[in-house]
């Protein structure tokens, strides 16, 4: 399971990648409205996942600063690598 958390992490490592360098050096035509679109929903998808699992359980477990900001960055797959090291 913790390779495969890895695997995922990476893959979205990687969108985030290309996001960002669609907003640093827009790709040509319309791929990069979709991008920008895609970097916000993104944005706002993870963000909103962090707020809502430190609001529920912040308290509760104790985690680092590199953990809470992790949720933005990986999401779910960040989540599943703290359930596994706080809650099992």
Do not use: C
Request: charged share 10%; net charge positive.
């Amino acid at each position: 399971m913790k390779a495969l958390i890895l695997v995922a992490k990476l893959a979205i490592a990687f969108v985030w990648l290309v996001l960002l360098v669609n907003i640093v050096h827009p790709f040509p035509g319309v791929a990069a409205m979709a991008l920008y679109i895609m970097t916000a929903f993104l944005f706002m998808m993870h963000g909103l996942q962090m707020l809502i699992f430190i609001g529920a359980f912040g308290d509760k477990i104790n985690m680092s600063g590199w953990e809470k900001w992790s949720i933005l960055i990986f999401g779910i797959f960040a989540l599943l690598d703290i359930r596994r090291k706080h809650m099992m």
